[in-house]
């Protein structure tokens, strides 16, 4: 009998993950004494959970605490993310929150405060504390978002860094046991949100240490525990079927584990950290990463790729400067076709060149280079694209938007796309605001988004496809958020059993020729996915 799709999918990530934990651990030339036995006693914390849970539950116990310690992977930017929608959910219910930070060393307590009262620039702000200094990791752009909350809500922001240099990790964590002692007192009533590393929030050792510390001080506070993404957990989870249903397990009255990101992410985040700072992220780098994802890809849905056709396709990343001039001497492509190209490399956008076989990966990120593989796949099994007229041309790209997403799923199967609610939020929200020049194309294409949805639910048809004749931004952002809702779609229905891995090949073969036939297709796979329930996410 053939394997479910979760365990093909399990297999894969197994193998990626072990393969991965290898090179992180021959990384670590230097670990400081007891690092060891620190980090045991959290991964005994998170190897088992409780029952599982829900981001409801989880609400409610942070409501319900006075210092919560969220735990962060500081690589990981889905980890600073995560916090994110953590203080963007509870400041809804209660504004007195203070947010906690072991990125900053409590030195630099001054200018956190002049840069969220705006007397600081960011720029000055940044070289002040010397961020880049003080973290081996280049954290700023994913914690930026956090600064940006706290200023708008006018929520303070703490440095929690404590320690002198050199410090070891478990007097690191006494002296922020002092620090968060000394800033609950200054804040009786409000709620202390803790972003600080993963290991640090294992029961006995930082919510001990501030537990003494407290004590000490004869105050007394309710603390919460939420660690993320445990591999132990996750394993377990997946083996049961349920790692695709649920975000939150619950480990003990006070503790959860957030899942919201697959383990092999976090470690690809690591490595590619690692890479970075080696300067070893080249061309061959590249092509080997990519190639390894498309036969992953492949390989799971039964879709042989040739080698010579692998051999052939040509992978840059953003910092290779040899990309343009590769472009230019493949003599494929009109001045305007390259200009469009150069824009698209400003906005840091990723894509597949079908014409000249050519990837190009705006950013390391996972997600990007699976998805341009996918579409790879795909222009390998159908061939090249004839010029089409612009409905079928608009309904082809939403295909190959949700064949792209569908197939960074398969790599990541937590990857989000923003779904019809959160458009409906994103429009009651410019409603209430004068829309900055800079949002305006994202004002525009979630009205588009929203009326063609609307229509597809009454089954009429949408008759101002004219405007993308016009505007090709438009035409781009409006078949990438349908082609990603479609392809998350398409993902589940394939864990749900509701479409075959026969009819994902399908997709990838058929060319989709014929006046009519990519809406034909589109209209047909929504049918089929129309009973598809996507997991409830925060």
């Known amino acids: 009998m053939a394997n479910s799709p979760q365990l093909e999918l399990l297999n894969i990530q197994q193998q990626l993950y072990r393969r991965n934990e290898e090179v992180i651990e021959s990384s670590i030339l230097i670990q400081e004494p007891d690092f060891a036995r620190y980090e045991k006693a959290y991964r005994r914390h998170v190897a088992r959970y409780q029952a599982l849970s829900s981001q409801d539950e989880m609400m409610a ?121 000394n800033i609950t007192a200054k804040h009786p009533g409000h709620r202390l949100f803790v ?60 503790s959860f584990c957030r899942m919201h990101t697959p383990p092999i992410i976090g470690q690809y985040s690591y490595l590619q950290w690692l890479d970075h700072e080696e300067g070893e992220i080249d061309f061959a780098d590249a092509k080997h990463e990519f190639t390894e994802i498309v036969h992953r890809i492949a390989g799971f849905i039964g879709l042989g790729i040739a080698p010579a056709d692998l051999e052939d396709v040509e992978v840059f990343t953003a910092g290779d400067l040899s990309f343009l001039r590769r472009l230019k001497e493949a003599k494929h492509f009109t001045a305007q076709e390259l200009a469009t190209i150069k824009a698209q490399i400003l906005s840091s956008e990723s894509y597949y060149i079908a014409k000249s076989r050519m990837v190009y990966l705006a950013t390391l990120s996972l997600n990007h280079a699976a998805e341009e593989a996918t579409h790879f796949i795909k222009h390998m099994k159908s061939g090249d694209e004839e010029p089409r007229e612009l409905v079928d041309a608009f309904y082809a790209n939403i295909l190959h938007e949700a064949l792209g997403f569908w197939g960074s799923k398969i790599i990541n199967h937590k990857r989000k796309c923003h779904d019809e609610a959160d458009y409906k939020s994103l429009m009651a929200y410019f409603k209430t605001i004068e829309v900055p020049a800079a949002r ?12 063609m949805l609307r229509l597809q639910k009454k089954r009429k048809p949408f008759t101002s496809y004219s405007i993308f004749s016009v505007r090709m931004d438009l035409f781009l952002a409006v078949t990438h958020a349908l082609g990603y809702m479609l392809g998350d779609r398409l993902y589940y229905g394939l864990i749900d059993r509701q479409v075959s891995k026969k009819d994902i090949r399908d997709l990838f073969t058929d060319a989709w020729k014929g006046e009519g036939r990519p809406y034909d297709v589109y209209r047909r796979l929504g049918e089929k996915l129309k009973k598809v329930k996507i997991p409830k996410r925060m």
């Open 61 to 181: 116990a942070i409501l319900a605490s006075e210092i919560i310690y969220v735990g962060d992977y500081h690589t990981l930017n889905q980890s600073q993310r995560s916090f994110l929608r953590i203080l963007k959910a509870a400041v809804i219910k209660d504004k007195k929150m203070v947010v906690c930070l072991e990125l900053l060393h409590a030195r630099y307590q001054p200018l956190i405060d002049r840069f969220l009262k705006g007397t600081l620039g960011e720029e000055k702000f940044l070289k002040d504390i010397k961020l880049k200094e003080h973290w081996v990791f280049d954290l700023w752009q994913n914690f930026k978002p956090i600064f940006d909350f706290c200023r708008y809500h006018k929520l303070p922001i703490y440095g929690i860094d404590a320690a002198v240099s050199g410090s070891t990790v478990r007097e690191r964590d006494a002296a922020t046991a002092e620090l968060l002692t």
């Open 195 to 254: 972003l600080i590393g993963d290991l640090h929030v294992a029961p006995q050792h930082l919510p001990k240490d501030t537990e003494l510390a407290l004590k000490r001080r004869k105050l007394k506070r309710r603390h919460l525990l939420l660690t993320q993404n445990s591999p132990a957990i996750y394993w377990k989870l997946a083996k049961e079927g349920l790692v695709d249903r649920v975000e939150v397990v619950r480990i003990n009255d006070r």
């Open 440 to 451: 305006k194309l994202e004002e525009e294409s979630a009205e588009l988004i929203l009326e």
